[in-house]
């Protein structure tokens, strides 16, 4: 099931978007398998505290994040990945590591590898291990208004 606050927000701002239903999958490799979308077009969300406080760092499904590309960026070494049970709490209208890549609606900043910016359409779990939505890049930016930084491997 979607997530409410997504859907209810993506609907409200008329964006045009469609939804995948897949097999459950619950890494971010097997939902893009599972869902015949190629790992470079998927987007995981990858939850990380920095000086203390939750963000979110989206990258493409068949990449890895590095931390101290982070650090770097915001200028602190307090950067870590969230611990699954300090933030399950911030997203009630979702499974447990299913969250869309949407920070704007639960409160934290958004930062985005380029790589998925070059794409024309992003694909990304939407609340439940079973649904993925795929939509226009450029709707994705213009709701989220991500900062677009260099993160991966």
């Not at 939750?54 to 982070?70: C, G, K, Q, T």
């Not at 694909?123 to 439940?128: D, L």
């Amino acid at each position: 099931m979607l997530a409410k606050s997504l859907k209810d927000y993506l609907d409200r701002e008329n964006v045009k978007y469609i939804t995948i239903t897949h097999s459950q999958a619950f890494t971010a490799t097997d939902v893009a398998q599972s869902a015949h979308i190629p790992g470079s077009m998927l987007a995981k969300t990858v939850l990380i505290e920095i000086d203390g406080s939750f963000s979110m760092a989206v990258l493409p499904a068949n990449h890895r994040i590095r931390l101290d590309d982070i650090r770097e960026l915001v200028q602190t070494d307090d950067v870590r990945l969230a611990h699954e049970d300090k933030f399950k709490r911030l997203f009630p209208d979702c499974e447990i590591g299913a969250m869309p890549p949407f920070g704007n609606l639960y409160g934290m900043p958004v930062y985005v590898s380029p790589l998925l910016v070059a794409q024309a359409e992003i694909a990304f779990n939407a609340g439940s291990h079973t649904e993925i939505i795929k939509m226009a890049w450029r709707d994705f930016e213009r709701l989220v208004n991500p900062r677009v930084a260099s993160f991966t491997t």
